[in-house]
């Protein structure tokens, strides 16, 4: 497999949207800002697909299909009350200021800030069970390495930090939006942002409740404009180099396209990512 193939499944993408938008006489503006909204390539034991009309990250109706996004692990460092620390239990989602759209600060007792290239986050979730209707009033909680690669809450040089991890509710769109930093690349893992959904936010306690836990893929353009070009992001070259997203463990088992946000920005001004998250709800 080539290791653009990011890049690839992404235009595919982009080309069947552009085209069902043309044969329904909308024409394509702000088609890119909605990512993962096709079925293309999924496989019928992990989504589920409705020809129905969804709503983008713009809000506007997209005549494509909506499919349900790959369960993925939440990884060893979810910081959702599932596992543990030498320190104890790990629970961000219990802290105090956790709900919030900026997550480059610590909350609580912590005060740190991670550092790295802008990136702002929006997921849209719509329904794959219900004419792919939006999801408002919906939980989301969404956590990523640092530029260096390391966890908060679990790697050594900041487990006394809980940056990079906030909760957001949908609004009457169906999104939430997170500023953040761009992640770096470690080493066996493709870029990516892990998130979990939830039915409300009371129910946001636990990694037990969710209803969803998937990742959202960075595409190759935007990360070839970071690492190894911008300080601080030095030791992502290496790993990027030596991944791809079909080679990656947890990407190259599903339908990545469901998975790889569309990213526009760039290194200097910061990065904008959206994805569209269908949930069987």
Not at 32 to 59: H, I, L, Q, R, V
Not at 88 to 117: F, H, K, M, Q
Not at 251 to 275: E, I, K, R
Request: charged share 10%; aromatic share 8%; proline share 4%.
């Amino acid at each position: 497999m080539p290791a653009n193939l990011d890049a690839l499944l992404s235009s595919q993408a982009a080309r069947r949207r552009a085209l069902g938008l043309i044969a329904t006489g909308f024409a394509p503006l702000g088609l890119w800002s909605c990512g993962g909204g096709t079925d293309a390539g999924s496989d019928s034991s992990s989504s589920t697909t409705d020809t129905s009309s969804s709503t983008d990250s713009s809000g506007s109706t997209d005549s494509g299909t909506c499919s349900t996004i790959p369960s993925e692990t939440a990884g060893p460092y979810p910081g959702d009350g599932t596992n543990s620390t030498s320190r104890g239990v790990a629970n961000a989602l219990l802290l105090s200021g956790i709900v919030r759209s900026d997550i480059r600060s610590s909350v609580d007792t912590a005060s740190g800030t991670a550092e790295g290239v802008p990136l702002t986050v929006t997921l849209t979730l719509v329904n794959t069970g219900s004419s792919c209707a939006v999801l408002e009033g919906y939980a989301v909680y969404l956590w990523h390495a640092t530029r260096d690669g390391e966890y908060s809450m679990y790697s050594s040089a900041v487990a006394g930090e809980n940056f990079l991890r906030g909760v957001q509710v949908s609004d009457a769109k169906g999104q939430v939006t997170f500023t953040t930093v761009f992640p770096g690349c470690y080493s066996g893992r493709w870029p990516h942002i892990h998130f979990e959904v939830y039915p409300s936010l009371a129910s946001a306690t636990s990694g037990a409740n969710d209803v969803k836990t998937s990742q959202l893929a960075l595409p190759a353009t935007a990360c070839s404009q970071v690492y190894g070009v911008v300080a601080g992001y030095d030791a992502s070259a290496n790993n990027f180099a030596n991944i791809s997203l079909a080679s990656d463990n947890v990407f190259g088992n599903d339908s990545a396209v469901l998975q790889l946000a569309t990213v526009t920005g760039n290194a200097t001004d910061g990065f904008v990512a959206t994805l569209q998250v269908g949930v069987s709800a």
